[in-house]
């Protein structure tokens, strides 16, 4: 998906039309090399805050960085052994 927008062309004084990528990438350009420097690390950290967000949606995303493989069956054998004695008559 593509945002446009207006942007002015500095050399000539007409308006263009340009994406979000372009107009970063012009900017970015224009930046000495420690701003530059500056610009990818929030880019990075902007993509790392956006990856975690998704992440813990899920029980598996939570878990990802402990490096445990619980399979199904393990998780059917772990609630049965929890839930095998729970009286039914209260449901």
Known sequence: ??????ASAP??????????????LEKLRQLPLA???ELLDFAEFLYQKI????????VKGLC?????DITEEEIA???????????RDIL
């Not at 990856?51 to 899920?58: A, W």
Request: glycine fraction near 4%; charge should be positive; charged fraction near 25%.
């Open 77 to 87: 054998e772990a609630r049965k052994e929890m839930w095998g004695n729970f009286p």
């Open 1 to 6: 998906m593509w945002n446009w927008h207006l």
């Open 35 to 37: 701003k530059q420097q």
């Open 51 to 58: 990856m975690v967000k998704s992440s813990l949606s899920s």
């Open 64 to 68: 990802a960085d402990l490096k445990v």
């Open 11 to 24: 050399t000539i004084g007409v308006r263009l039309y340009m994406s979000i990528e372009e107009a970063v």
